[in-house]
């Protein structure tokens, strides 16, 4: 399938009824979810990894071009699960439990007939059993977030398992994906009446940057022609693809999170070829260049990795002869990461990048690329941040095959789609409790055409960051900072601030965002 082309080959008429009497025909659906990565990461949203599975997804089902994430882990998924804004159910910041009128995705789709399995990240921190908080009948948790190797820390169905030592053969998206494939096996044996929910949640491509050899080989010449290379190649390819319209921007070369190792600590701890700024590629010296280019090639071969597990799953949907009625989502929590920091088992400069006992980041340089052609990176709530891919593909259901979706949407409003689809109706009350109104939207009006989602705006705060967007206007400050204004029709890569020009509307909008800041604050302290 080419990647600069989506033709959608005839459709056979699909179902794109959202209310399905027959419980046999009301569809499973599998939930995926990448850990930063970038937008423009993989083949069918214009990058150079090779994903020829989330491809055939895109090319047999639908891409939306706006959907928006929060900019972090946590947030991100808390919405997914949720169904709320991360700041109305306490998980940003995070620290406490979830109010107790909040649900979470299987207490929705569990009385509609569904079995509902997780494999993977967890990371909603306000209800940290898996199966006993959140309602999933089976579950594998990778609680290590620093070993792609050998986790001290994974459960499964919230039961301790023990760690597991460096010549066991592990490497998490490899196990995700084989606890999937298990759950969904022992579905097909025990449940195979009843439809299913996977919950399918990747740690990749999270730093540290821990790749098997064989998947960093296909890419070790990738990317020597450095980041302003591929950023231009990324922003052409999704142009006449139709994903994006905007300029591409120049490197925010100063801008790195504030929690990053100093360029001292950096070049003491790593090695004289980190680059700890997103400057031009020509600045950098020999060394730096190939150290890069091989650190992007880890990225990639994190992402080609997890897009050949992706297929092993979805090999096992079609193996229990549930292909047609499946609806797939695939999403990425947030922008690629600039973050250089060392945790773990700390950095071994001895050892090959990439191997066990390595702690690498990926840094701003290589994010600036995956983020293409948008601005920033993972925590900041300008698009680089918040901009995710959003493929979904029914082959019952969809018949706009390869086509793409400009509706804006949001991760709060996955769960409204879901419970549509399964045709559940959830209880108006929930631990005695009456839930506030969800801020999320069914996405079936847009899937059944190009009709835009009706929704108000839509909200976000992240480590200080604050950003509304009310179509076509987005509001935007990092920390500290004045409000800017952004005609997203034309600007979605945010180079022309309009705000002096009006004013009026930037005080309107602020004033909408400070409300429903104090809203859903409020609320997070009901229950």
Same mark, same amino acid.
């Given at each position: 399938?080419?990647?600069?082309?989506?033709?959608?080959?005839?459709?056979?008429?699909?179902?794109?009824?959202?209310?399905?009497?027959?419980?046999?025909?009301?569809?499973?659906?599998?939930?995926? =979810?990448?850990?930063?990565?970038?937008?423009?990461?993989?083949?069918?949203?214009?990058?150079?990894?090779?994903?020829?599975?989330?491809?055939?997804?895109?090319?047999?089902?639908?891409?939306?071009?706006?959907?928006?994430?929060?900019?972090?882990?946590?947030?991100?998924?808390?919405?997914?699960?949720?169904?709320?804004?991360?700041?109305?159910?306490?998980?940003?910041?995070?620290?406490?439990?979830?109010? #107790?009128?909040?649900? =979470?995705?299987?207490?929705?789709?569990?009385?509609?007939?569904?079995?509902?399995?997780?494999?993977?990240?967890?990371?909603?921190?306000?209800?940290?059993?898996?199966?006993?908080?959140?309602?999933?009948?089976?579950?594998? =948790?990778?609680?290590?977030?620093?070993?792609?190797?050998?986790? #001290?820390?994974?459960?499964?169905?919230?039961?301790?398992?023990?760690?597991?030592?460096?010549?066991?053969?592990?490497?998490?998206?490899?196990?995700?994906?084989?606890?999937?494939?298990?759950?969904?096996?022992?579905?097909?044996?025990?449940?195979?009446?009843?439809?299913?929910?996977?919950?399918?949640?990747?740690?990749?491509?999270?730093?540290?940057?821990?790749?098997?050899?064989?998947?960093?080989?296909?890419?070790?010449?990738?990317?020597?022609?450095?980041?302003?290379?591929?950023?231009?190649?990324?922003?052409?390819?999704?142009?006449?693809?139709?994903?994006?319209?905007?300029?591409?921007?120049?490197?925010?070369?100063? =801008?790195?999170?504030?929690?990053?190792?100093?360029?001292?600590?950096?070049?003491?701890?790593?090695?004289?070829?980190?680059?700890?700024?997103?400057?031009?590629?020509?600045?950098?010296?020999?060394?730096?260049?190939?150290?890069?280019?091989?650190?992007?090639?880890?990225?990639?071969?994190?992402?080609?990795?997890?897009?050949?597990?992706?297929?092993?799953?979805?090999?096992?949907?079609?193996?229990?002869?549930?292909?047609?009625?499946?609806?797939?989502?695939?999403?990425?929590?947030?922008?690629?990461?600039?973050?250089?920091?060392?945790?773990?088992?700390?950095?071994?400069?001895?050892?090959?990048?990439?191997?066990?006992?390595?702690?690498?980041?990926?840094?701003?340089?290589?994010?600036?690329?995956?983020?293409?052609?948008?601005?920033?990176? #993972?925590?900041?709530?300008?698009?680089?941040?918040?901009?995710?891919?959003?493929?979904?593909?029914?082959?019952?259901?969809?018949?706009?095959?390869?086509?793409?979706?400009?509706?804006?949407?949001?991760?709060?409003?996955?769960?409204?789609?879901?419970?549509?689809?399964?045709?559940?109706?959830?209880?108006?009350?929930?631990?005695?409790?009456?839930?506030?109104?969800?801020?999320?939207?069914?996405?079936?009006?847009?899937?059944?055409?190009?009709?835009?989602?009706?929704?108000?705006?839509?909200?976000?705060?992240?480590?200080?960051?604050?950003?509304?967007?009310?179509?076509?206007?987005?509001?935007?400050?990092?920390?500290?900072?004045?409000?800017?204004?952004?005609?997203?029709?034309?600007?979605?890569?945010?180079?022309?601030?309009?705000?002096?020009?009006?004013?009026?509307?930037?005080?309107?909008?602020?004033?909408?965002?400070?409300?429903?800041?104090?809203?859903?604050?409020?609320?997070?302290?009901?229950?």
């Amino acid at each position: 399938m080419s990647r600069r082309e989506f033709i959608g080959a005839a459709a056979a008429a699909g179902v794109a009824a959202t209310q399905v009497p027959d419980r046999r025909r009301r569809p499973n659906m599998v939930v995926i =979810v990448a850990d930063d990565m970038g937008y423009s990461d993989p083949g069918c949203y214009g990058g150079d990894v090779r994903t020829p599975n989330l491809d055939a997804l895109a090319g047999g089902g639908l891409r939306f071009t706006q959907c928006c994430s929060t900019a972090r882990c946590w947030p991100s998924r808390s919405c997914l699960l949720t169904g709320y804004y991360a700041q109305q159910v306490r998980m940003d910041p995070p620290g406490e439990p979830l109010p #107790k009128w909040a649900r =979470v995705m299987p207490h929705y789709l569990r009385p509609a007939g569904y079995r509902c399995y997780h494999s993977g990240k967890w990371h909603l921190m306000g209800a940290p059993r898996v199966v006993a908080d959140g309602g999933f009948h089976r579950s594998y =948790v990778l609680h290590d977030h620093d070993r792609f190797f050998d986790p #001290k820390n994974h459960m499964l169905d919230d039961r301790p398992l023990r760690p597991v030592g460096p010549d066991e053969g592990y490497y998490a998206p490899i196990a995700i994906a084989d606890h999937a494939v298990g759950f969904l096996r022992e579905h097909q044996e025990q449940h195979g009446d009843e439809p299913f929910c996977l919950y399918l949640a990747f740690t990749s491509p999270h730093f540290p940057l821990h790749a098997l050899q064989e998947d960093i080989d296909r890419y070790r010449a990738t990317y020597l022609r450095g980041w302003d290379v591929m950023r231009t190649a990324r922003w052409r390819r999704m142009r006449s693809m139709g994903l994006v319209n905007c300029e591409l921007p120049k490197l925010d070369r100063n =801008v790195i999170p504030s929690w990053n190792r100093t360029p001292r600590e950096l070049s003491e701890l790593v090695g004289e070829g980190e680059a700890p700024y997103a400057v031009p590629w020509t600045e950098l010296n020999r060394k730096q260049q190939e150290f890069q280019a091989l650190k992007m090639a880890i990225h990639a071969a994190m992402v080609d990795r997890m897009d050949q597990e992706i297929g092993r799953v979805l090999d096992q949907v079609r193996a229990m002869g549930a292909w047609d009625d499946t609806v797939t989502f695939f999403v990425s929590d947030n922008g690629a990461s600039a973050e250089q920091m060392i945790r773990g088992d700390e950095h071994d400069k001895s050892k090959a990048p990439g191997s066990r006992g390595t702690f690498l980041c990926l840094g701003p340089g290589w994010s600036s690329a995956a983020n293409t052609p948008f601005r920033l990176h #993972k925590s900041w709530v300008h698009e680089g941040g918040i901009s995710s891919p959003l493929i979904m593909h029914w082959p019952r259901g969809i018949a706009d095959r390869g086509e793409l979706r400009h509706s804006p949407c949001h991760f709060v409003d996955i769960l409204p789609t879901l419970t549509d689809l399964a045709g559940a109706t959830p209880e108006p009350t929930w631990n005695g409790l009456t839930p506030p109104a969800p801020p999320g939207r069914s996405l079936m009006p847009a899937v059944r055409s190009h009709a835009a989602v009706a929704r108000g705006p839509l909200y976000f705060h992240h480590e200080g960051h604050r950003a509304l967007r009310d179509e076509p206007w987005k509001l935007v400050s990092v920390k500290g900072g004045p409000w800017e204004l952004y005609d997203l029709r034309t600007d979605r890569s945010e180079q022309h601030d309009l705000s002096a020009k009006h004013p009026d509307r930037v005080a309107a909008m602020a004033t909408l965002w400070q409300a429903m800041e104090d809203t859903h604050r409020a609320q997070a302290r009901t229950g």
